[in-house]
């Protein structure tokens, strides 16, 4: 129980310090949201010095007010779930907007991170247990797509299935003329449909590292003294390989798998630039453009929670398969 409320402390202490920097950073930026929708309504007619004031209150940036009293109104607007209002997409709220792009990029990414590491992990496995084999030569060729980068691998795949052979959609997330989003079959068919070739190029840059770093500690893990042992019980050998030998071999995957989940939401910005999907990446990249501080602020701390979450949930489940953790604790 200790160690769980150690690590329950922690991580309160630490979305505490991000959230002080997610209040500080957007702050710090050169530029005024306020001076960016005066501009916009100065095309239409004169700006009185009352409707300033009322963007200022209403966007949050109140110039003649203390940074302190500033932070405290940050802190209870969170509490009660109100992220102010988007510049970028006045006038609608932070809210709305991440609601709205949050769950394709989870889709996404999310799917598609799950999957290159549960291949890249059986495929270590095996790669691991029978060294030498044809798929533990396989391993350089995957490296190799993990060292080039990913824009030019997707844009490479983009140009390939998508300009030369159209088997897949250049851009967007679904056919936006034919289907009305919704949860209903044919946008959910043509939403998988768009979102197959960004996936691939997910999984086929990532899936390498999985591979690799399993491999790497199968062959570590087989060399221990319990292996030997239950080697020498006569055990079979799929039971040796995988209660024995991936079960300690994992962990560290597991681990580093905690913090490529964390950042499926932050991830995504490449990802969603390239293919133009409409996940939170393209919405982060909108409001970095247009120093839209309240919708930066509500994408970081979807991004920190996400982050400090995973990692908090593998920090319990690794103390639940490798109880030495709780003892070391």
Do not use: C
């Not at 940036?61 to 209002?85: E, W």
């Not at 030369?164 to 289907?179: A, I, K």
């Not at 979102?195 to 997910?202: D, E, F, M, S």
């Not at 086929?204 to 030997?228: F, K, Q």
């Amino acid at each position: 129980m200790r160690y769980y409320l150690r690590k329950l402390a922690f991580y309160t202490v630490a979305l505490w310090a991000a959230l002080t920097l997610n209040f500080l950073l957007p702050r710090m930026m050169p530029g005024d949201p306020v001076d960016l929708m005066i501009s916009k309504l100065a095309a239409k007619g004169p700006v009185s010095a009352e409707t300033r004031r009322s963007l200022e209150l209403l966007l949050g940036t109140k110039s003649d007010q203390p940074l302190v009293s500033q932070y405290v109104d940050y802190l209870g607007n969170l509490a009660h779930g109100d992220f102010g209002i988007s510049v970028t997409f006045f006038p609608q709220t932070v809210s709305t907007t991440i609601a709205q792009t949050l769950p394709w990029t989870i889709a996404l990414m999310g799917i598609a991170t799950l999957i290159s590491f549960a291949i890249g992990i059986l495929l270590g496995q095996l790669a691991g247990w029978k060294r030498g084999s044809w798929l533990d030569n396989l391993i350089p060729v995957t490296t190799m797509f993990q060292a080039v980068p990913y824009f030019w691998l997707a844009l490479v795949l983009l140009y390939l299935l998508s300009s030369v052979t159209q088997v897949f959609p250049t851009s967007g997330g679904y056919d936006v003329y034919n289907v009305t989003p919704g949860f209903n079959l044919p946008f959910l068919r043509s939403a998988a449909y768009y979102g197959t070739l960004p996936a691939l190029t997910i999984v086929i840059s990532s899936i390498a590292g999985w591979m690799l770093g399993m491999r790497n500690m199968m062959v570590a893990t087989l060399s221990e003294d319990y292996i030997v042992t239950a080697e020498a019980k006569g055990l079979k050998p799929r039971r040796i390989m995988t209660t024995y030998a991936a079960r300690n071999a994992v962990l560290p995957s597991l681990a580093g798998f905690a913090t490529t989940l964390g950042f499926v939401v932050s991830g995504s910005i490449i990802t969603e630039q390239v293919f133009s999907y409409p996940g939170i990446g393209m919405t982060l990249m909108s409001a970095v453009q247009n120093n839209d501080y309240a919708l930066m602020q509500g994408v970081f701390l979807v991004i920190t929670i996400s982050v400090l979450g995973a990692n908090l949930l593998v920090d319990l489940l690794y103390a639940l398969i490798d109880p030495r953790t709780r003892a070391r604790a």
